[in-house]
């Protein structure tokens, strides 16, 4: 009897453990599920307000389309959240990496060319990663616009290539700004993007909710990602990303 009623009470407090880390991951994840609503809405109510104020029918339409389907990607990532918390998440899938980037790079509310970004991609059309596409295009977004950002709207170039290593997808962004001081990258980014997600929630503060997120949706497809300084002006983020 008293063996039964340990075993039930083992199995209690896993089941209580289990709950208890589930709401802890939910928490990690809330933060970056805020900011990227915030990229999605940017971009959806820029487009709406270009629809309103457009004469030309074909152009009014193309902006709300787009408009609609950042709302919907809005729709996703609620839906995500939920199944954080209910612990019944979609399992990733084999992703085109050239696709999801093209979807990030049009998700940005401005242009890259409007702020005189020279853009390079370079992605075999053939390489897959196992990720869900939508968190995955989050974080090419978070780090084209983490680029743009340091760019600070002066003249500059931002590529993205990629290459299949082993059973890895290489994925580098890399930007000619002005750059991060070596022992801001050593000491605080790259510490901050090997660390658990889960481990010190306010931990973001120190690089921003955009790292955050790369981080977290990293860490939970298990991929990882790095920040090094370029031989000349610049930064590269590097993301490692298990193959499809």
Known sequence: MSTDAGAVG???????MVFYQRQALLGSMLGTVVHEYNNLLN?????????????NAAYREKCLGIAIAHMQKMDRLTRFLA?????????????VVADLVYAALASTARPL?????????????DLRVLAQP??????MLNLVLN??????GRR??????????????IVDVCDDGPGIAADVLNGVVNPFLASDARSQPGDWCAVGLGLNACRTIA???GASIQASANDGPGCTFRLRWPGA
Do not use: Y
């Open 147 to 152: 680029a743009r950002n340091a760019l600070n």
């Open 113 to 125: 060319e409007k702020d005189q970004i020279e853009l390079e991609l370079r992605i075999p059309a």
């Open 10 to 16: 083992l199995e209690q407090f896993e089941e209580r």
């Open 219 to 221: 860490q939970r497809h």
């Open 43 to 55: 971009t959806a109510l820029n487009r709406t307000e270009l629809a309103a104020g457009a004469d």
């Open 83 to 95: 199944d954080v918390a209910h612990g019944d998440e979609t399992p990733p899938q084999a992703c």
């Open 156 to 169: 500059g170039s931002l590529s993205i290539t990629a290459r299949r290593d082993g059973a890895m997808a």
């Open 134 to 139: 939508l968190l995955f295009e989050q974080v």
